[in-house]
């Protein structure tokens, strides 16, 4: 309510003069364990300076947190910082006038220099104003194996994908299933940008994504990518679950023998006691391509025309991208920062392999930053409907690929 | 009433001014107050909200509404979606065979609660305990015991029966009847609990009647009772035929629309391209064209409901 | 009651007194008792798996046995669930938002239910020319998914000024309850006699004073039966409880959600089930408690008097 802002503001006038302790209400959607401890590292540094952090956690990714963001902004009540995902969510939000122009603290700390891959940057950018901060990096372009399971099935564990299709009827011989595919739209589409990047290349892979070229939606490389795809649809049969960490699950235990999933899946991994390197191996870009994709999570700041919370907001955004925050919340989060002058404290096999495309700079922007989300969707429907029809040919899952890829805007 | 007061004031006062016909506006004043927090729901909310969603979908409203017209662009694609189709397709076997089995399943069951059996509080509270609890965990909780390893064909194969199927969460072409399952388990208990105070709003008398005319006990529930009951049955069809139409949680908590888009609906439809795909406009389409269908089943029974005299 | 009759009809002097003993194994009980027995099952399953799964600790669970009874029971899941469970940095678990959903449940669940047995009543026995018309567009709204409506009545309240507080949450849960529960009022009351009605106006009572003395006790299974759907959908609403209200109103439900649907984070399934069961609580001794109302002849007495 405008009243309750108006009086909130007040508030803060005059507890600003004890030192700017400003309240902020941040809304998120990481509400578990381990998503928790991190945000508190946020919530610990924010306090530090004095100021307070009003947590506002809702669970349920995007779709559950989205609506209930832009009812809050509609309802002329919104919180002080929202997290979305990298990319072209909150393009409306800002086109409407309705999100923090904060150009002046990217200049201030100098984040077109320190934000590593800039493409995250200018996700945040939009005519030349800065309207988010990006906070971390989260990749899918993953594979895990499951060391026990190739080593019942007594064959090395592959290096890349054309090992990895050439040992797998021996995985079969061994009753494991080769792959580990949950039952939900986006594993599948997100298992196809995967297999796209690592067996498209990267050129191939911006023409579709960045400059949504249909033609090469068409073309060969794309069409060696969906013979791929479905091939990987055979070697997924035979396991049945939904949710992406039954999928992980299943290779932890060894019934399944690698699952295409993002960066995410460590922690799994770490809660079930898995060592890196022993228990279980990664692959970054399949084994095929050393390259990462960036997508992870940014933080914008609703307009609330009250210069005290905008001061606030703006403050928070620099602590965000600052060093030690950075070093600390992402360790916490499993994630890799945004900014190349910090260490992680600490660091498996798997995420130093991450730190070092990054460093390298061998990385692309995530499909969700290039793609809206309506185009996400469409594609999320028509992977997984070939996921699951058998009788649907690769050719025609292409002719529909590139058809959708030339509607997207 | 009101018509031979005034009949009777005029007879005593013949030279008073001729009296005017009452008021129509103020007769049944206080029935009109009392419902004016409905009027007021119907046409502000209801009604002005489907007329504001019917506006909106001839837009290209994303994530904001906003009043960019298109025409007919979003019908246009809506119709030309194979998920909508499948999504129509699949409400429509959902919604008869659960009206069907849920008025056979409840009513079953309020007819054997209601000839005065022991422990009466216990079996309604089984019966009835799904409604309360909330769908994303009793879906996860269907979707493992309809799972083929470590669900119920994982045990009944452990028992020796090998060749036992009973997969319906990830074949396409059943998964309907999957979902189905757990459906029931969640809505009959209302339904139930409607037809048994139904039931016991029956006159005991109704029942002497009928024992004395030697009409044995099931054919006195098909022939007597039921057809004393119909405000029920179309109240509870009416609940059944509302929860059809807003099947969403159940289908993401148990298939996620799954396999593929085989178990789709038209709700899910709406909500994913809404707030999934922050497409507004294209979401107001649908539900657009599903409250067009929705009329199209109604208006029938309207016309039926009021279209004859109903009491007395 | 057959027996009854013949009984009686036999006058010998050798009759044992009073109803004959009904055979506890007599056909009609197999069938009546085996039917719901039966039924109980497929009704209880999903329980015993629920309970069993939040008593197991998460290696346990991990192995895939869903039906199996606990090695080891623990009652962490549920000491987690209501007090330690994160709902970002705050870790109190359910108990944060319990009296929040008390405060939004109580005068949402009085005044939906008030108001439909008053529009049901005066629907069905003080009917004016359109209000059927005005009762067939509150249907309407029983069939839209109320996703579609959030934005509309977002914009209403921030006009009205009510956005954000529990006043405009109580508003928005009365209206939506409106047109089942307006139904449920209404069918019930078409079926009641005229005559009574008509006998009660020549007494010369008038609106309220039929509804409060003589409709209400007569109608308290079906109010029963709306106070179970409006306690049910208010106690478990999660999507209204958190877009029209502020952080310090969020109902138990967020904490619910939060625990429960962490998309990237780790599945704690012991500590879901525990919570979901918490939650389910309430309604469920709601249902229990109401069996006493759920009484025969209430109607038929009054009809008869």
């Given at each position: 309510m405008k009243l309750t802002t108006k009086l909130l503001a007040a508030t803060a006038i005059v507890s600003a003069?004890?030192?700017?302790a400003t309240e902020l209400e941040v809304m998120h959607w990481w509400t578990s364990g381990g998503e928790a401890a991190a945000v508190s590292k946020f919530a610990e540094a924010w306090d530090a300076t004095g100021n307070t952090w009003v947590d506002g956690a809702i669970a349920?990714?995007?779709?559950?947190a989205r609506p209930i963001m832009v009812s809050r902004i509609l309802g002329g009540d919104p919180p002080a910082a929202f997290q979305f995902n990298?990319?072209?969510?909150?393009e409306e939000l800002v086109e409407a006038g309705l999100i923090l122009d904060i150009t002046d603290v990217s200049e201030a700390e100098g984040w077109a220099d320190i934000v590593t891959p800039s493409s995250l940057l200018d996700s945040c950018t939009y005519d030349g104003r800065v309207f988010c901060v990006p906070v971390n990096i989260h990749s899918w372009q993953w594979m895990w194996l499951s060391n026990g399971a190739y080593a019942a099935a007594g064959v090395p564990v592959p290096t890349n994908w054309g090992e990895f299709v050439s040992t797998a009827p021996a995985l079969r011989e061994a009753g494991i299933v080769p792959l580990a595919m949950g039952g939900q739209s986006w594993q599948q589409n997100g298992a196809f940008g995967v297999m796209a990047l690592a067996l498209a290349g990267k050129e191939a892979w911006l023409a579709v994504n960045?400059?949504?070229n249909a033609e090469v939606a068409m073309g060969p490389e794309y069409a060696r990518v969906f013979e791929a795809f479905g091939a990987a649809r055979e070697l997924s049969t035979g396991l049945n679950v939904q949710d992406w960490n039954q999928a992980t699950a299943a290779v932890i235990e060894g019934s399944a023998g690698a699952q295409i999933m993002g960066d995410w899946a460590q922690g799994e991994f770490a809660v079930a006691g898995s060592v890196a390197g022993t228990d279980y191996s990664c692959l970054p870009?399949?084994?095929?391509?050393?390259l990462l994709d960036t997508g992870g999570d940014a933080f914008f700041f609703p307009v609330t025309g009250d210069p005290e919370i905008e001061a606030a907001q703006k403050e928070l955004a620099a602590l965000m991208l600052s060093p030690a925050v950075q070093v600390s919340f992402n360790s916490a989060k499993g994630s890799l920062p945004v900014r190349p002058d910090v260490d992680l404290t600490t660091v498996n096999e798997c995420t130093q392999k991450g730190l070092d495309l990054l460093a390298a700079g061998s990385t692309v922007p995530a499909g969700t930053q290039l793609l809206s989300p309506d185009t996400v969707t469409q594609l999320n429907d028509l992977m997984t409907e070939f996921w699951s029809t058998?009788?649907?040919?690769v050719a025609e899952v292409q002719q529909q690929y590139s058809d959708i890829i030339a509607d997207a805007d | 009433m009101a018509l031979a007061e005034e009949a009777s004031r005029k007879t005593t006062r013949p030279d008073a001014a001729p009296i005017r016909r009452p008021n129509r506006w103020l007769k049944n004043m206080t029935g009109k107050v009392a419902m004016l927090p409905m009027i007021l729901t119907a046409l502000v909310i209801f009604l002005g909200g489907t007329i504001w969603t019917i506006v909106y979908s001839f837009t290209d409203s994303g994530l904001l509404p906003r009043l960019r017209w298109n025409g007919l662009a979003q019908y246009e694609r809506l119709w030309s979606s194979r998920k909508w189709l499948v999504s129509i397709e699949n409400l429509a076997l959902y919604g008869v065979l659960s009206v069907i089995l849920t008025l056979f399943i409840a009513f079953t069951l309020a007819a054997l609660l209601d000839?005065?059996?022991?422990f009466e509080d216990a079996f309604r509270t089984i019966f009835l305990y799904p409604f309360a609890l909330s769908f994303i965990v009793t879906g996860l909780v269907w979707q493992w015991i309809l799972n083929p390893e470590f669900g119920i064909q994982g045990i009944v194969r452990g028992m020796g029966?090998?060749?036992?199927n009973f997969d319906p969460l990830y074949n396409p072409n059943i998964v309907m009847y999957g979902l189905l399952i757990a459906g029931l388990w969640q809505g009959t208990g209302l339904i139930m609990c409607i037809m048994l105070a139904g039931l016991r709003g029956i006159d005991d008398d109704i029942w002497k009647a009928a024992r004395v005319d030697g009409i044995g006990t099931v054919k006195t529930y098909v022939v007597v009772i039921i057809p004393m009951m119909r405000p029920v049955f179309v109240t509870s069809l009416v609940l059944i035929g509302a929860g059809i139409v807003k099947l969403y949680d159940l289908v993401v908590a148990q298939t996620s629309g799954g396999p593929g888009i085989s178990s789709e609906v038209p709700a899910k439809y709406v909500m994913n391209t809404m707030f999934?795909?922050?497409n507004l406009g294209q979401g107001f389409a649908a539900s657009t064209m599903m409250m067009v269908m929705v009329f199209i089943i109604l208006i029938p029974w309207a016309y039926l409901e009021f279209g004859g005299k109903k009491r007395g | 009651m057959v027996d009854m009759a013949t009984n009686a009809a036999?006058?010998?002097?050798?009759n044992p007194r009073?109803?004959?003993?009904?055979?506890?194994?007599s056909r009609a009980n197999i069938i009546v008792y085996g039917t719901l027995f039966v039924v109980a099952v497929y009704y209880a399953l999903p329980l015993y798996v629920m309970i069993v799964t939040s008593l197991k600790g998460m290696p346990e669970i991990r192995m895939g046995?869903?039906?199996?009874?606990?090695m080891e029971i623990t009652f962490q899941p549920w000491v987690k669930a209501w007090q330690?469970?994160?709902t970002g940095i705050n870790?109190?678990?359910?108990?944060?938002?319990f009296w929040n959903s008390v405060r939004i449940l109580i005068p949402s669940v009085i005044i939906s239910v008030a108001v439909a047995s008053v529009n049901g009543y005066a629907l069905s026995?003080?009917?004016?020319?359109?209000s059927e018309v005005f009762f067939t567009i509150l249907m309407i709204g029983a069939f839209i998914p109320y996703q579609v409506m959030l934005y509309p009545i977002v914009i209403l309240l921030r006009e009205a000024g009510l956005y954000g507080s529990l006043t405009g949450l109580v508003l928005v849960h009365v209206a939506f309850g409106m047109p089942i529960n307006t139904l449920l009022f209404r069918n019930y009351f078409a079926s009641i006699p005229d005559e009574l009605f008509k006998a009660a106006r020549v007494d010369g009572a008038g609106f309220w004073s039929i509804f409060f003395r003589i409709m209400l006790p007569m109608s308290l299974p079906i109010f029963v039966v709306s106070l179970i759907i409006q306690v049910t959908g208010i106690w478990n609403d999660f999507l209204f409880g958190v877009i029209f209200t502020s952080q310090d109103l969020y109902p138990m439900t967020v904490q619910l959600n939060n625990i429960v649907n962490s998309v990237q984070g780790v599945k704690e399934y012991n500590v879901n089930m525990a919570a979901t069961l918490i939650t389910g609580l309430v309604p469920l001794i709601i249902y229990f408690a109401?069996?006493?109302?759920?009484?025969?002849?209430i109607a038929a007495g009054a009809v008869k008097g």
């Open positions: 003069g004890a030192a700017g349920g990714g995007g779709d559950t990298h990319g072209r969510q909150a960045q400059d949504k870009g399949l084994g095929e391509v050393a058998p009788s649907m040919t | 000839r005065k059996i022991r029966w090998e060749t036992f999934g795909g922050q | 036999s006058g010998s002097a050798l009073g109803p004959k003993p009904k055979k506890v194994f046995n869903i039906f199996s009874p606990p330690e469970a994160c870790c109190d678990g359910l108990s944060r938002g026995m003080w009917k004016f020319k359109g109401s069996g006493k109302l759920f009484v025969r002849g």
